[in-house]
T-cell receptor
């Protein structure tokens, strides 16, 4: 069974540009979560999508947005990139069974220069 | 506001020793407490999880101890091995209703 896949693996953007990150969940998982992992800050919750709807949003500015498609894959968009947006962006999926928790992808390393 | 506080930030343990990582939470609505393990270049992977109806859960060399009154939980790694060297994250949530809130992580190094 394929795990959570994220693309691209690495992304380099210039300050002010837009970045689009993609995530494909495990087959059968309807929930997708996005987290930002910056050095020393742990995992900061960004967005939660379930059944195509945004269920919850973390304490991030509106330039962080996303969506979930009918096949449950998801996209994270970051507009007007700032240097401090440089981080590892992790996507996780869940079937909603809490005994199995989240399954994370390996992340997209975004570097803003 | 950090809802889950994790300590220590880093930990060095001799091979065969016991590694102990602690977490404290504030939100009494939390009822699900997992631990994740992350190796360099990989996403975090679920290691073990506990609910507040039990005070301890053991899976192999990994044990979670839970103290509901103190709002604290900890991960114990018995007979620590160099292969256990990784970053460990505690997390908490109100199951099914809120996303996981993570601690800032503990970098564990097990030396021979």
């Amino acid at each position: 069974e394929a795990g959570v896949t994220q693309s691209p693996t690495h992304l380099i953007k210039t300050r002010g540009q837009q970045a689009t990150l993609r995530c494909s969940p495990i087959s059968g998982h309807t929930s997708v979560y996005w987290y930002q992992q910056a050095l020393g800050l742990g995992l900061q919750f960004l967005l939660w999508y379930d059944e195509g709807e945004e269920r919850n949003r973390g304490n991030f500015p509106p330039r962080f947005s996303g969506r979930q498609f009918p096949n449950y894959s998801s996209e994270l968009n970051v507009n007007a990139l700032e240097l401090e947006d440089s981080a590892l962006y992790l996507c996780a999926s869940s079937a909603g069974d809490w005994d199995y928790g989240y399954t994370f992808g390996s992340g997209t390393r975004l570097t803003v220069v | 506001q950090q809802q889950v506080k994790q300590s220590p930030q880093s930990l060095i343990v001799q091979k065969g020793g016991i590694s102990i990582i602690n977490c404290a939470y504030e939100n009494t609505a939390f009822d699900y407490f997992p631990w994740y393990q992350q190796f360099p270049g990989k996403g975090p992977a679920l290691l073990i999880a506990i609910r507040p109806d039990v005070s301890e859960k053991k899976e192999g060399r990994f044990t979670i101890s839970f103290n509901k009154s103190a709002k604290q939980f900890s991960l114990h790694i018995m007979d620590s091995q160099p292969g256990d060297s990784a970053t460990y994250f505690c997390a908490a949530s109100s199951s099914g209703n809120t996303p996981l809130v993570f601690g800032k992580g503990t970098r564990l190094s097990v030396i021979a």
